[in-house]
């Protein structure tokens, strides 16, 4: 089965600037999928349009057969999102994130409160349960974000820059959490401009520019189509930045 399924997507907006160019992706059940290309290349708009925050111009979007355009609320409560921009609500505590979220895609009070214990203590968030968001540091509110994405037990989680802004210990930190959640099933579409982080979780990669799939398939597959040795050259030759490479 096909975790998500996008056909011919275009979203154009009013000031005609056409963000997404007649799109087709097809990631698999189980798959850890990266997304790669330069800000601006239709990253953010796929995802959107993959989770209703955008409604396509023409074109379609299945997430595990149910489709994400006309019937919005199957297709995403298969979902889950960690944003880009940290978008957690200052007034409320860390466990009250979680369980409101929970509450969104209908646990039960019980079914809350497990998971949420679950998450806080993977996340070495339980210390903090009864913070309020606004006084955490960057690297836990990133965290908090990413527990949020996966409190409903999304078979679809989609990551963009998960680990931006954060340092080092907790970028390995995240990066494990996630390789586990992929091997215990969940299908993972990643966006992320840290090769070196695509090249580590990645099983397949598409490069996006323009608005358009440039390419797609394995690390090796990939810099074969751009006749190139490494993950970084066929980057810099998709923005045609060349000259920067350290070949």
Request: with cysteine; charged share 25%; aromatic share 8%.
């Amino acid at each position: 089965m096909l975790a998500l399924d996008i056909q011919n997507l275009v979203k154009r907006y009013p000031s005609g600037t056409e963000a997404l160019k007649g799109v087709t992706l097809q990631i698999p059940e189980g798959a850890f999928f990266g997304l790669l290309g330069p800000n601006g290349a239709g990253k953010s708009t796929l995802i959107h349009c993959t989770t209703g925050l955008a409604r396509p111009t023409s074109g379609s979007v299945r997430v595990f057969e149910h489709d994400a355009v006309n019937h919005y609320q199957h297709a995403r409560s298969g979902v889950g999102l960690a944003p880009q921009e940290i978008n957690l609500d200052q007034f409320l505590t860390v466990e009250q994130v979680l369980d409101y979220h929970g509450g969104y895609f209908g646990m039960t009070r019980r079914e809350r409160r497990a998971r949420a214990g679950e998450l806080l203590e993977a996340f070495s968030l339980t210390e903090k349960r009864e913070d309020f968001t606004r006084f955490l540091s960057g690297g836990m509110k990133r965290r908090l974000t990413l527990a949020r994405a996966l409190m409903h037990r999304p078979p679809l989680l989609i990551l963009d820059e998960p680990t931006a802004g954060v340092d080092v210990e907790l970028r390995l930190e995240l990066w494990r959490y996630i390789e586990r959640v992929n091997v215990e099933g969940t299908t993972i579409l990643l966006t992320t401009h840290y090769l070196e982080e695509a090249e580590r979780l990645c099983d397949r990669i598409a490069f996006i520019n323009h608005g358009s799939i440039i390419t797609e398939g394995s690390v090796g597959e990939i810099c074969d189509h751009f006749h190139v040795a490494t993950l970084e050259d066929a980057y810099l030759r998709l923005i045609g930045r060349d000259e920067l490479s350290r070949a």
